[in-house]
């Protein structure tokens, strides 16, 4: 069975980081590419960061350049979104997805991805 649970969110201040987790379970994270998107009421879901299952390379949104980092930990079966220098803009409802296909380079395009969790929020708010 496909699960996948994010996890991480919370309320900062601007300026700080937060560390978002995406465990998922039914997948071998390392053979998949793996996605970090977020959401806000009322507009398009945006692709912020990914990963490539089979050369780990990574691909972040020009608004999150610089400021955060995928990365993936094949023994725990996990995907984390590290969060530097967060800004007001930032805020969402984060959402990890897996493209079920193997070894597909990954992208932003949600389209592009077959499952999702169901999200985390994050707020940045002084």
């Known amino acids: 069975q496909v699960q996948i649970v994010e996890s991480g969110g919370g309320l900062v201040q601007p300026g700080e980081s937060l560390r978002l987790s995406c465990l998922a379970s039914?997948?071998?994270?390392?053979?998949?590419?793996i996605g970090w998107f977020r959401q806000v009421p009322g507009k398009q879901r945006e692709g912020v960061s990914c990963?490539?299952?089979?050369?780990?390379?990574?691909y972040n949104s020009d608004s999150v350049k610089g400021r955060f980092s995928i990365s993936r930990d094949n023994a725990k079966n996990t995907v984390y979104l590290q969060m530097n220098s967060l800004k007001p803009e930032d805020t969402a409802v984060y959402y990890c997805?897996?493209?079920?296909?193997?070894?597909?380079?990954?992208?932003?395009?949600?389209?592009?991805?077959?499952?999702y969790g169901q999200g985390t929020q994050v707020t940045v708010s002084s």
């Open positions: 039914g997948f071998t994270l390392d053979v998949h590419a």
């Open positions: 997805a897996v493209d079920r296909g193997y070894g597909s380079s990954c992208s932003l395009d949600f389209w592009g991805y077959d499952y």
């Open positions: 990963i490539s299952p089979s050369d780990g390379n990574t």
